[in-house]
């Protein structure tokens, strides 16, 4: 066993930005993009709010070194070199729901917390889809461009029907949910390919399940993509896949350029290998360029899917929120790449983070060349529920004392990783006397060593239960002192004395004894830090063995 290391890990060249760094001045959030007037209000309340609207790339390289939070859309790329030069940024908000355009990877490493607004534009992205379908079906924008330019057509537009039509869905999300609801109301039947979605749910939406993306192309007359931009769906749509495609189909991308390969959609409209097609996001944006926008079978908007009124307002404030959030120090809702508790039972987990930190942090400070296995076992209450967000909290509490750099939930699963700490978590129904306890163990020197805390009434107080071998019954405080000494009249007046004479105050205190007569310990809460020269003075003193200061 290697054991942990206890000195700060020097290697690293800075330390990625804490959450809750101080400057003494307000923090500073970026607004480099269009975003709703309420979201940026609401921000300003707590920050000082720059909106600096179309920075260029070299530009935001420069400025983002001031800001601690920043709120984008989809035309800001947040890449790995804009966030090295980023050392105060805690927080990125995504006012949308793609993050492709942000290096996720690079800001997990820096500690910066990536948040979106899931919801906030999917009804938005929904309805601009059908009105591409509809519209390229019914050629409207062709016919609107000419009738405005003098002329009066009529069997130059001639359309079709999508009643009765298949409607191939790739990504069965929100926003296919909506897409396909919109299409079955408007007669249409609809055939889906998504792995991650339950052929039940595609049930209960009158949805056809396909097994393959081959499936969908080869038997849908128009095709909606609704996946998110990632290494698995970058070219989904490309020569071998259109050929796939009824000549009469048409192609609907509403989700993210790169998905298709524009070159391969390009020659298939031109040599009439598929009908049409609708197009909203392309592989560069933003582009006025492509040889598409050329070609009379085909409806393009500059990437608008998410530009309504309602769709901009929700996700201004969703994302603002989200910073706001995570400047507090707290994982917001909607973070990406942080643990963040959902479903059932959530709340009740969250009060048990605070805690988990604490007994990581004593634990560590309580063992001598620790070992590198934590081991958490949740009991009772606490363990039906998702506690991921506590295990990042009980390495937050055990890693603290050991890094260089400030830890927060973003970073101190990848740190834990590249210190060697390995955690095991178990759930046990079966909490002894309390209705929920968390056991943090560790291996030292002298064997395992163990902490249990649990929270208790009304107020959910935290409560140290085990430490050093004991049962106790503490509230921790910031700084505290835990003796091991032998079970003898007159100890707690002994200690009492030895703080009093150097002037350390004595906020509480508890005692754990086995056996009367045999050893005991005690965890006593202190106003100041129980300094190394008061600690020997305890070891000199007969009936101590050992005497250790810690603060939380
Ligand atoms: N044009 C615009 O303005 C807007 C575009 N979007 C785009 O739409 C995308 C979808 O949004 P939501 O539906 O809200 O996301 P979502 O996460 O709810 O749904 C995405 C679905 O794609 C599925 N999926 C992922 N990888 C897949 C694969 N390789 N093959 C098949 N299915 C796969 C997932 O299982 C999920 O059900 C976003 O990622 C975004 O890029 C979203 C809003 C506005
Ligand atoms: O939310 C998304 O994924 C979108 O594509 C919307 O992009 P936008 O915020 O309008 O630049």
Redesign the pocket.
């Known amino acids: 066993m290697a054991g942990l290391p206890r000195r700060a890990w020097e290697g690293r060249r800075r330390g990625p930005a804490g959450l809750l760094q101080e400057r003494g001045d307000r923090l500073k959030v970026l607004i480099p993009e269009k975003l709703a007037e309420p979201g940026i209000e609401l921000l300003k309340k707590d920050f000082d709010v720059d909106v600096l609207l179309d920075l260029s790339a070299d530009e935001l390289l420069e400025k983002i070194g001031e800001y601690d939070g920043l709120i984008i859309r989809?035309a800001t790329r947040v890449t790995a070199e804009v966030i090295d030069r980023a050392d105060n940024l805690k927080a990125i908000g995504r006012a949308?729901?793609?993050?492709?355009n942000i290096d996720i990877e690079a800001a997990t490493k820096r500690g910066v917390i990536v948040a979106n607004a899931?919801?906030s534009?999917?009804v938005?992205?929904a309805e601009?889809t059908l009105g591409l379908m509809l519209a390229a079906a019914r050629r409207i924008p062709a016919a609107d461009a000419s009738l405005k330019n003098g002329e009066w057509k009529r069997s130059a537009f001639k359309g079709v029907e999508v009643r009765e039509k298949t409607l191939g869905l790739?990504?069965?999300?929100?926003?296919?949910?909506i897409v396909a609801r919109g299409a079955i109301g408007m007669g249409m039947k609809v055939l889906a390919?998504?792995?991650?979605?339950s052929e039940d749910r595609m049930r209960s939406m009158n949805v056809e399940r396909a097994e393959t993306?081959d499936e969908v192309f080869e038997n849908a007359d128009f095709i909606s993509l609704?996946?998110?931009?990632?290494p698995?769906?970058m070219g989904?749509v490309n020569e071998q896949s259109l050929a796939k495609m009824k000549p009469t189909a048409y192609l609907i991308n509403?989700?993210?350029g790169g998905i298709v390969d524009e070159t391969a959609l390009y020659n298939a409209l031109k040599e009439g290998v598929v009908g049409g097609a609708a197009l909203?996001?392309f592989a560069e944006e933003p582009t006025t360029e492509s040889p598409i926008f050329s070609l009379p079978n085909v409806v393009v908007t500059p990437?608008?899917?998410?530009?309504t009124a309602e769709a901009q307002d929700r996700a201004g404030i969703t994302a603002a929120e989200q910073v706001a959030t995570a400047l507090r120090g707290q994982v917001p809702m909607h973070a990406i790449n942080a643990p963040v508790p959902v479903g059932e039972g959530a709340e009740f987990v969250a009060q048990f983070s605070g805690l988990c930190e604490e007994l990581g942090s004593l634990l560590y400070q309580l063992t001598d060349r620790p070992g590198d296995t934590l081991k958490v076992e949740y009991r009772g209450e606490v363990a039906n529920f998702d506690t991921r967000l506590l295990d990042v909290s009980a390495q937050k509490g055990l890693l603290a004392p050991m890094v260089f750099e400030p830890l927060n939930f973003v970073n101190t699963p990848i740190l834990a990783k590249e210190r060697g700490l390995r955690l095991e978590t178990a759930r046990i129904s079966e909490s002894h006397d309390y209705t929920s306890l968390v056991v943090l163990r560790l291996d030292g020197e002298g064997g395992e060593n163990v902490v249990s805390g649990t929270l208790s009434g009304p107020k959910m107080q935290p409560r140290l239960v085990e430490a050093m071998g004991f049962d106790f019954d503490v509230v921790p405080e910031k700084h505290m002192l835990f003796i091991r000494n032998e079970d003898v009249p007159g100890m707690i007046g002994r200690v009492g004395t030895i703080l009093g004479e150097h002037g350390i105050n004595i906020g509480n205190m508890a005692v754990g004894r086995g056996e009367p007569g045999s050893r005991a310990a005690m965890a006593v809460t202190v106003d100041e830090p129980v300094p190394d020269d008061v600690l020997k003075t305890f070891l000199q003193t007969p009936g101590f063995n050992e005497a250790r200061a810690v603060t939380l």
């Open positions: 989809s949308g729901i793609g993050v492709d899931p919801e534009n999917t938005a992205a601009h790739v990504g069965l999300g929100h926003v296919g949910a390919y998504d792995p991650y979605v993306t609704h996946v998110p931009r990632t698995q769906t989904l509403v989700a993210r909203d996001v990437h608008l899917g998410a530009s």
